[in-house]
């Protein structure tokens, strides 16, 4: 009799424990240990960064594929107030995670930028985002030891004309 006792009460443990972990998975109590293939560019990139820490650079440079590299399609925008206002256009923008992108579906003119920040004024610290078109980024974190180049898909709205359009500003602004 206590042995079907003991048998009984092991199964009821199991199930209680196993009942107790699906509800946490399912909850997103404990999300930061389950990697998500969900994410925001806020958290992949503006959430780096502390109270302390300023932005230092932003380099926007808009790539040809069938034209040679050209420094007037380089602009370094150093004020960190007008880094901030680029940096807007891209805060709510969704991402998910993929492994890689069909490079066929890539613009002919894409942009790349470089945003350097200075990390509590010891070191610097840095991102690069490559915009292929409206529905692909790639994020590099100078930060991470794993993963640094990672892919995406942006899964809004996300208009490349108004980057454009902000672009050709900026270089007029610069001349």
Request: proline share 2%; charged share 35%; net charge negative.
């Amino acid at each position: 009799m206590s042995r079907r006792i003991k048998m009984i009460m092991g199964i009821v443990t199991i199930i209680v424990v196993v009942a107790i972990a699906v509800r946490m998975y399912t909850s997103g109590q404990y999300a930061m240990y389950i990697p998500s293939k969900h994410t925001t560019f806020r958290a992949e990139v503006t959430d780096h960064m502390t109270m302390l820490d300023t932005l230092d650079r932003l380099t926007i440079r808009k790539i040809s594929d069938n034209e040679p590299y050209n420094e007037d399609d380089e602009i370094t925008i150093t004020d960190p107030k007008e880094i901030r206002d680029m940096l807007k256009l891209l805060k709510d923008v969704e991402l998910k995670r993929v492994r890689e992108f069909d490079v066929s579906e890539r613009n002919p003119q894409y942009y790349e930028w470089r945003l350097t920040i200075n990390k509590e004024g010891r070191f610097t610290d840095g991102f690069g985002l490559t915009f292929y078109n409206e529905k692909s980024i790639s994020i590099y974190s100078e930060a991470k030891t794993r993963d640094q180049l990672e892919d995406y898909e942006i899964t809004n709205e996300f208009n490349l004309n108004e980057m454009d359009r902000l672009f050709e500003k900026l270089k007029e602004e610069k001349t």
